[in-house]
């Protein structure tokens, strides 16, 4: 019997990628053969980084990672529902991280549909080191945008991203 190869789907904005995404993608790397890394074009959310600068800057976080763990880790952008790109990239399981209570309520009914869509893929959920369960892109960029101090937040290569765009 041949065993099928595990390939975990990560889907997220990443608009920029945080250190707790860092550190969920960490966890994941350990329940898989493969992770693909989903970067959701997400054009509600006007995102403050375009698809290519965001792919770019997710890609270079996951060198050292896939280094480490000898998982290969591609990035990949996605248009698409998510069911039909986890299909197509042939995705056993999509992993989501789980912050507060308030991530609960929206992953609780995606998880709902999602089932609905396709019941063959599971969505497992990690939860990230304390330091950096609070951590939301969406609070980074806004202090970013204040001036504040966002080293403790994101990798250095986004920090410096981030000071660059709110210089301009
Ligand atoms: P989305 O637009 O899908 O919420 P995000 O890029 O904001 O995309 O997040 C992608 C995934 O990573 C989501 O499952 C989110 O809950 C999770 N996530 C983001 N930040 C953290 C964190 N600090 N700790 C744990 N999970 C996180």
């Known amino acids: 019997m041949t065993v099928k190869k595990r390939i975990g789907l990560y889907p997220g904005t990443f608009d920029p990628i945080t250190l707790g995404h860092v550190d969920i993608i960490e966890r994941a790397v350990k329940m898989v053969d493969e992770l693909v890394v989903g ?23 996951m060198a ?28 056993n399981f999509i992993v989501r991280g789980l912050r507060a209570v308030s991530d609960f309520e929206y992953e609780f009914q995606m998880v709902g549909m999602n089932q609905k869509l396709n019941d063959d893929i599971e969505t497992v959920f ?6 950096y369960q609070f951590i939301a892109s969406r609070l980074v960029k806004e202090i970013a945008r204040l001036g504040g101090a966002i080293d403790s937040f994101v990798p250095p290569a986004v920090a410096k991203a981030l000071k660059a765009k ?3």
């Open 39 to 61: 970067v959701a074009i997400n054009r509600d959310k006007a995102p403050l980084f375009s698809l290519d600068e965001r792919v770019r800057m997710t890609s270079a976080e």
């Open 64 to 91: 050292t990672i896939s280094k480490k763990s000898g998982v290969p880790i591609r990035v990949v952008p996605f248009e698409t529902l998510l069911m039909k790109f986890a299909e197509e990239v042939n995705a």
């Open 126 to 131: 990690l939860m990230a080191d304390v330091r």
């Open 166 to 168: 709110f210089q301009k």
